[in-house]
């Protein structure tokens, strides 16, 4: 009997470390066919204007272990299966993490929707009051930061959290080496007339790729910040919200703050602030939006590559053309075009050629005319400003503009104002007609 009880412990034993080391292979395959279609938020959702791409989830089962240091979460008791890193979606097209219900509860999340064996789509939501007392602190993948509910007061001057990576936290587990933020909802104070955020501020601080400073109307956008791997090179971001005196006091915001582990096939190149993986959608500068008005629109001081996923074989030609307005709003207003003899604006016309294009453009490397036959044979152009998105010179239509230099990836770059340079950028004050201030662009992209 003593010996039949000591087999049965010692299977015991070697069962439990087995299950220690790795997911259970039937968990394993259950969760990977039910959450292959789960996703974080990515470009253009049907409710959002962006979709969802997959995701691919890493399985962690460790039921023993334990954080290496306190945090705001990893204090808590975890459930039996914690699995960082799952993402899921709603029925209300919110981005969670699958986890068992009480689990869900302890990390002060709402249960929305199921995933397989049980378990939720855990809903985890931050806000704060926006003061130095409630500076909040967050750990867990796939988390919404909110404005406050009462709305950003007059004394207040910002609002800020900090994103905590260290794969030594039981709630991250593994090297995280890209954090994306998808702007759900983003609304603060508009650029001044020479195109400066001079008055509300969004930054970021510990990214080790360049984040610009943004402001005004960013719905649906997105930005991708590297970091080091959090196993060897815990790193803590700060998201800034900078208010200054605005004749506007609504100011709201949910960003949805996703980690991106180092070895996931979602990691953006190191070198692009923005990443599509889609084969077609909208690309926007920060701040674009379909309004009437004249007033500037476009942000300075912005420098960074806008990247499409590739698929070796696949795709042939990333295809570019101006999206379709409702409003008076231009979808493509880069730094007006002058002339070369006198410098006459050229108002409603592409560039003459590259020395056009010193203020403010985008870069589409070697981009050709599609629909709007080039006048020279197999003309080809890499950087475009004006009113008008077209290769040829001084045209006055916009057309779609293709490349097949692969990776695909643009280029989009601003100086630091509209009017104080030698050569303005936007429309001169004509005959008391104020002047009409660049805009950025809005293009709908074709990967194919």
Same mark, same amino acid.
């Given at each position: 009997?003593?010996?039949?009880?000591?087999?049965? *412990?010692?299977?015991?034993?070697?069962?439990?470390?087995?299950?220690?080391?790795?997911?259970?292979? %039937?968990?394993?395959?259950?969760?990977?066919?039910? %959450?292959?279609?789960?996703?974080?938020?990515?470009?253009?959702?049907?409710?959002?204007?962006?979709?969802?791409?997959?995701?691919?989830?890493?399985?962690?089962?460790?039921?023993?272990?334990?954080?290496?240091?306190?945090?705001?979460?990893?204090?808590?008791?975890?459930?039996?299966?914690?699995?960082?890193?799952?993402?899921?979606?709603?029925?209300?097209?919110?981005?969670?993490?699958?986890?068992?219900?009480?689990?869900? #509860?302890?990390?002060?999340?709402?249960?929305?929707?199921?995933?397989?064996?049980?378990?939720?789509?855990?809903?985890?939501?931050?806000?704060?009051?926006?003061?130095?007392?409630?500076?909040?602190?967050?750990?867990?993948?796939?988390?919404?930061?909110?404005?406050?509910?009462?709305?950003?007061?007059?004394?207040?001057?910002?609002?800020?959290?900090?994103?905590?990576?260290?794969?030594?936290?039981? %709630?991250?587990?593994?090297?995280?080496?890209?954090?994306?933020?998808?702007?759900?909802?983003?609304?603060?104070?508009?650029?001044?007339?020479?195109?400066?955020?001079?008055?509300?501020?969004?930054?970021?601080?510990?990214?080790?790729?360049?984040?610009?400073? =943004?402001?005004?109307?960013?719905?649906?956008?997105?930005?991708?910040?590297?970091?080091?791997?959090?196993?060897?090179?815990?790193?803590?971001?700060?998201?800034?919200?900078?208010? $200054?005196?605005?004749?506007?006091?609504?100011?709201?915001?949910?960003?949805?703050?996703?980690? =991106?582990?180092?070895?996931?096939?979602?990691?953006?190149?190191? !070198?692009?602030?923005?990443?599509?993986?889609?084969?077609?959608?909208?690309?926007?500068?920060?701040?674009?939006?379909?309004?009437?008005?004249?007033?500037?629109?476009?942000?300075?001081?912005? !420098?960074?590559?806008?990247?499409?996923?590739?698929?070796?074989?696949?795709?042939?030609? *990333?295809?570019?053309?101006?999206?379709?307005?409702?409003?008076?709003?231009?979808?493509?207003?880069?730094?007006?075009?002058?002339?070369?003899?006198?410098?006459?604006?050229? =108002?409603?016309?592409?560039?003459?050629?590259?020395?056009?294009?010193?203020?403010?453009?985008?870069?589409?490397?070697?981009?050709?005319?599609? $629909?709007?036959?080039?006048?020279?044979?197999?003309?080809?152009?890499?950087?475009?400003?004006?009113?008008?998105?077209?290769?040829?010179?001084?045209?006055?239509?916009?057309?779609?503009?293709?490349?097949?230099? #692969?990776?695909?990836?643009?280029?989009?770059?601003?100086?630091?104002?509209?009017?104080?340079?030698?050569?303005?950028?936007?429309?001169?004050?004509?005959?008391?007609?104020?002047?009409?201030?660049?805009?950025?662009?809005?293009?709908?992209?074709?990967?194919?």
């Amino acid at each position: 009997m003593l010996i039949n009880n000591v087999l049965e *412990l010692s299977l015991l034993l070697v069962i439990s470390y087995l299950r220690a080391g790795r997911a259970d292979p %039937e968990i394993t395959e259950n969760i990977a066919a039910d %959450e292959s279609k789960d996703s974080i938020v990515v470009e253009n959702s049907s409710q959002y204007g962006f979709p969802t791409t997959p995701w691919l989830p890493y399985y962690f089962f460790s039921p023993m272990m334990q954080p290496q240091y306190t945090s705001a979460l990893s204090t808590r008791t975890w459930g039996t299966l914690f699995v960082p890193f799952t993402s899921c979606t709603s029925p209300m097209r919110e981005t969670g993490i699958c986890e068992e219900s009480s689990t869900c #509860t302890r990390l002060g999340g709402r249960a929305s929707g199921s995933c397989v064996n049980g378990r939720v789509c855990c809903i985890n939501v931050v806000t704060n009051t926006c003061d130095e007392a409630d500076r909040k602190v967050i750990t867990l993948d796939n988390t919404y930061w909110q404005s406050p509910i009462t709305g950003i007061s007059s004394f207040i001057t910002s609002c800020a959290i900090t994103v905590k990576l260290d794969a030594k936290l039981a %709630e991250q587990g593994k090297a995280v080496c890209q954090v994306r933020l998808n702007f759900v909802l983003f609304s603060i104070g508009q650029p001044d007339s020479e195109s400066v955020c001079n008055t509300d501020t969004f930054d970021v601080a510990g990214a080790s790729n360049k984040i610009p400073t =943004i402001c005004g109307d960013n719905d649906g956008q997105h930005m991708y910040l590297n970091v080091p791997p959090s196993s060897t090179s815990p790193t803590d971001l700060q998201l800034t919200f900078n208010f $200054g005196a605005n004749s506007n006091p609504i100011r709201t915001w949910n960003i949805l703050i996703s980690m =991106i582990p180092c070895d996931s096939a979602n990691l953006a190149p190191s !070198d692009c602030l923005q990443y599509f993986t889609a084969s077609s959608g909208m690309i926007k500068s920060f701040n674009w939006r379909d309004f009437d008005g004249t007033t500037t629109r476009q942000l300075a001081n912005q !420098d960074y590559s806008i990247c499409f996923r590739t698929a070796p074989g696949f795709q042939r030609s *990333l295809c570019l053309t101006p999206c379709k307005v409702t409003s008076t709003q231009k979808p493509f207003s880069i730094s007006l075009a002058k002339a070369i003899a006198d410098g006459a604006p050229l =108002i409603d016309q592409s560039q003459l050629g590259s020395i056009n294009c010193n203020n403010d453009f985008l870069v589409i490397p070697g981009g050709k005319n599609i $629909g709007n036959p080039a006048i020279q044979t197999d003309i080809a152009f890499d950087r475009y400003c004006g009113e008008r998105l077209n290769a040829l010179p001084g045209n006055a239509a916009s057309t779609t503009v293709c490349t097949t230099a #692969t990776p695909f990836r643009l280029l989009y770059r601003t100086n630091g104002d509209e009017t104080l340079t030698d050569t303005t950028d936007i429309d001169p004050n004509v005959g008391g007609v104020p002047s009409n201030g660049n805009q950025g662009f809005c293009l709908s992209f074709r990967n194919q």
